[in-house]
């Protein structure tokens, strides 16, 4: 049995008093691309940034590629990130004094890597972002910053990649050549795990994880969009779906 890229054993988080992530099980495979999904507010960005070991859970256990998140210190985790793990943020989290290529090849240069300006570019070309190379980050637009931003970890050649609501910020076409990107990302050597309000982007995925109040209400395999719509339902749905 192939052993899955991420564990989750009973994983609770709370804010304050308020609980989010209510005691969630489960397994991500390796080598496929996992969409998490939900309405607003049922904790999918707070399980993401838990499963990255971006956030720290409350109570439960993290296993990511191997490794227990919770008794790796933050000096180890940031190597775990340097290494093997991309992150495409919502919010970008680019440089905003550097231009696209320099963010672009940000993370090899830290990590004192060979840093490749034209493989860069030609990343940026494939993102629809030729011509803006040299262009500050706080001068692009929302859309081509998030671009930029999955320019980034496709440059570091990470084996898994989170992705929080990357198409979030883009047009129908360029959201199109992105999700294509990571879809082909996921090609059984690396994983992609993703975050999305859009349900015809989750129907892209190998498996679907659907959240409703802080729990993992169901569990699809190679979903439609309309099963996944019904699984989202207040009235529930089988917990496993089959595939197409």
Known sequence: MTTPAIHVEALAKTFGTVPVLRGITA??????????VGPSGCGKSTMLFCLAGLERPTDGRVTVLGHDLSRLRARAVARLYRDRIGFVFQTY???PSLSARENVVLPR????GRVDLAAADALLAEMGLRGRERTGAAL????????????????TNAGLVFADEPTGALDTHTAAVVLARLRA???????VVMVTHDLDA??????VLVMRDGLLSAT????SAEEIRRAMAPAGAPLVRGAK
């Open 140 to 155: 692009l637009s929302s859309g081509e910053q998030q671009r930029v931003a999955l320019a980034r970890v496709l440059a």
């Open 27 to 36: 397994a991500i495979p390796a080598g496929a691309m996992t969409a998490i």
């Open 220 to 223: 699809l395999t190679g979903p």
């Open 185 to 191: 990302l996921a090609d059984g050597s690396r994983t």
């Open 109 to 112: 240069r830290l990590a004192g």
């Open 93 to 95: 989290n680019l440089i």
């Open 202 to 207: 989750a129907s892209l995925a190998d498996h």
